[in-house]
């Protein structure tokens, strides 16, 4: 069974900088796309960025040079550093895998406040 | 960058009815197409990939096609559990873009 478990979230101050971790069982990270994805409150989906199973990595322009994804196949991990953090960012931060750039296996998201 | 719009925003169906979500990316994505579900309070859930292919547990009831620019979700007959918003999104390329979300809910 795939298991994605995010960690990291919290009440962070503006300009803070945060590092979201997604913990992979059931398939390994190295060998699927693995997206993160953002939900504001009350808000739709935006995707935030990809790792591709090639280590190639792209992120949204809303965050490029602010974030930074990247793997760790060593421990199966998937992370999010997010730097320059701003009230636009609070948001339940999404991992999710597949075999393709589609979601197919989600995790239950952790919660960012960006607040002061 | 592709821009994804998705009409309508919202609608309020019967129980028993058919219907369609459409999703109009502004550039070509090939078969790079897929739905997902998200239910008030839950995970989104991947529905539809490659257009028409259905997930592995997902109803029959649900249905993905295109024709032209435009693709398609079809619920052929509207349940109770399936009120929620349900979102496109591209993956031929990065950005992985989703649409704005279409909310279904029951009349």
């Known amino acids: 069974e795939v298991q994605l478990v995010e960690s990291g979230g919290g009440l962070i101050q503006p300009g803070g900088s945060l590092r979201l971790s997604c913990a992979a069982s059931?398939?390994?990270?190295?060998?699927?796309?693995m997206s993160w994805i953002r939900q504001a409150p009350g808000k739709g989906l935006e995707w935030v960025s990809v790792?591709?199973?090639?280590?190639?990595?792209h992120h949204a322009d809303s965050v490029k040079g602010r974030f930074t994804v990247s793997r760790d196949s060593s421990i199966n991990t998937v992370y999010l550093q997010m730097q320059s953090l701003g009230v636009e960012d609070t948001a339940v931060y999404y991992c999710?895998?597949?075999?393709?750039?589609?979601?197919?296996?989600w995790g239950q998201g952790t919660l960012v406040i960006v607040a002061s | 960058d592709i821009q994804m719009t998705q009409s309508p925003p919202s609608l309020s169906a019967s129980v028993g009815d058919r219907i369609t979500i459409t999703c109009r990316p502004s550039?070509?994505?090939?078969?790079?197409l897929g739905w997902y579900q998200q239910k008030p309070g839950e995970v989104p859930k991947l529905l539809i990939y490659?257009?028409?292919t259905l997930q592995s547990g997902v109803p029959s009831r649900f249905s993905g096609s295109s024709s032209g620019t435009d693709y398609t979700l079809t619920i052929s007959s509207l349940q109770p559990e399936d009120v929620a918003t349900y979102y496109c999104?591209?993956?031929?390329?990065?950005?992985?873009?989703f649409g704005p979300g279409t909310k279904v809910d029951i009349k």
């Open positions: 550039q070509g994505v090939m078969k790079y």
């Open positions: 790792v591709y199973i090639g280590g190639q990595t």
């Open positions: 999104q591209k993956y031929d390329t990065a950005p992985f873009t």
């Open positions: 999710a895998s597949g075999a393709v750039g589609a979601g197919e296996n």
């Open positions: 490659a257009v028409s």
């Open positions: 059931g398939l390994t990270v190295s060998s699927n796309y």
